[in-house]
């Protein structure tokens, strides 16, 4: 793309409904919003658990900045790595039940390193369709062999294991889809992985401090083994920012050695890892927390079901209601909004040609009746 090309390409994305604009808040984070001066109701967040002003994490925080001051000042391997930082990785590691664990700056990092530190030219790596991009593009920076397959299709994702001869196989997966709720088999994939030989790479951003009391999706399911990776990032229902990775120690080792997202670049602020007990200990807690959403998401449900824009079964906080064109979901948000809902219009290429959808992201904080006046107001526009 030349410098002269820019301006008639946001042009073209603007005539094709695909311009993106952000939102400018005038509040912190929560289900009561400010934008512009005016306030919303929102449901369009990823804190789940309506931790990310809670005041014990706020104060965590400070007292952190306190002790261990505002930056890290360097990488992980020079100088970077604080106790903060270490007891963050050991507490962690503890609450999803695994032997070790390693932070890192966001879940998008993450994702790049685990892949490329494991899977290179000659190697092989089997990606759910709709998994998250930072995954996608974590395979597509590895240079292996790139295989995708098709939603949810343990069958097809078999097929291609068998048909592989690669020497290093890594299968990856969302735990929860982001844009559609719905979850991954862990389970089967995990059987999969054994036999084959892969790893199974679990991306669980959206599951962590939701599902398994809070432990996250592989841990729901009691899933142990070696061959199992889990990541989850800090920065959704945790309320914090920052990601990490959890295994075996070996694999953590391996990845302190090779992962270049973690060795090039600077630690978190230590004030945030800090940080990362509280938010464990408010997740833990969140029992309460975590019944409101399964009653949130299962009215969501039920209201959908057997409407034209029933997105499937989601029993997560992330309840898709698909329109379909791009116009009509951008309209369709404009006039929530006139409302005082905040509900974002999700458009290709996030999700598939034709599958524009609002997507609903539910909070421990929604009252059952504000959900049910977003549903009204959807339901009788609908026509
Ligand atoms: C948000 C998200 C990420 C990226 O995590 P960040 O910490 O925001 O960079 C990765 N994977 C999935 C599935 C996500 O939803």
């Known amino acids: 793309m030349r410098l002269q090309d820019l301006s008639a390409a946001l042009s073209d994305l603007e005539s094709n409904h695909r311009l993106r604009r952000r939102a400018t808040l005038a509040s912190p984070q929560g289900v009561d919003i400010v934008v512009d001066g005016r306030a919303y109701l929102s449901f369009a967040s990823n804190d789940y658990l309506g931790l990310a002003d809670h005041p014990d994490l706020v104060r965590a925080l400070q007292q952190g900045a306190e002790c261990w001051g505002a930056g890290s000042g360097a990488s992980h391997l020079v100088t970077g790595h604080s106790e903060a930082h270490q007891q963050a990785e050991d507490a962690l590691a503890r609450f999803v039940g695994r032997e070790a664990a390693l932070?890192?700056?966001s879940g998008y990092?993450?994702?790049l390193a685990v892949i490329t530190s494991l899977a290179g030219r000659g190697d092989a790596v089997f990606a759910d369709k709709l998994n998250h991009a930072s995954l996608n593009d974590g395979c597509l920076l590895s240079r292996a062999d790139f295989q995708r397959f098709r939603h949810n299709d343990l069958g097809h994702?078999?097929?291609?294991?068998a048909g592989s001869a690669a020497r290093t196989k890594l299968i990856a997966v969302d735990a929860v889809y982001s844009m559609d709720g719905d979850e991954a088999p862990l389970p089967d994939l995990l059987a999969l992985a054994e036999r084959y030989d892969a790893w199974l790479y679990v991306d669980d951003a959206h599951g962590f401090g939701v599902l398994g009391e809070g432990r996250g999706a592989a841990a729901e399911h009691g899933l142990r083994s070696e061959r199992l990776i889990y990541m989850a990032?800090?920065?959704?229902?945790?309320g914090l920012a920052?990601?990490?990775v959890a295994g075996s120690r070996l694999l953590v080792d391996w990845l302190i050695n090779r992962a270049r997202t973690y060795i090039f670049s600077t630690a978190q602020p230590p004030a945030l890892a800090a940080a990362v007990e509280t938010s464990l200990r408010l997740i833990a807690e969140g029992e309460a927390r975590r019944l409101r959403l399964a009653q949130l998401a299962a009215r969501c449900r039920d209201r959908l079901a057997g409407t034209r824009f029933d997105g499937g079964a989601s029993r997560t906080p992330i309840q898709p209601f698909i329109i379909g064109s791009d116009a009509h979901v951008l309209e369709r948000a404009e006039r929530l909004r006139r409302q005082g809902f905040w509900v974002p219009a999700i458009r290709p290429p996030t999700v598939p040609e034709n599958g524009a959808r609002l997507r609903i992201s539910l909070s421990a904080r929604h009252e059952m009746a504000q959900l049910d006046g977003l549903l009204?107001?959807?339901?009788?526009?609908?026509?």
């Open 109 to 111: 990092a993450a994702n």
């Open 233 to 238: 990032t800090l920065g959704k229902a945790a």
């Open 376 to 383: 009204d107001s959807l339901l009788q526009d609908a026509g």
């Open 157 to 161: 994702l078999e097929q291609l294991l």
């Open 242 to 244: 920052g990601a990490f």
């Open 103 to 105: 932070l890192f700056g």
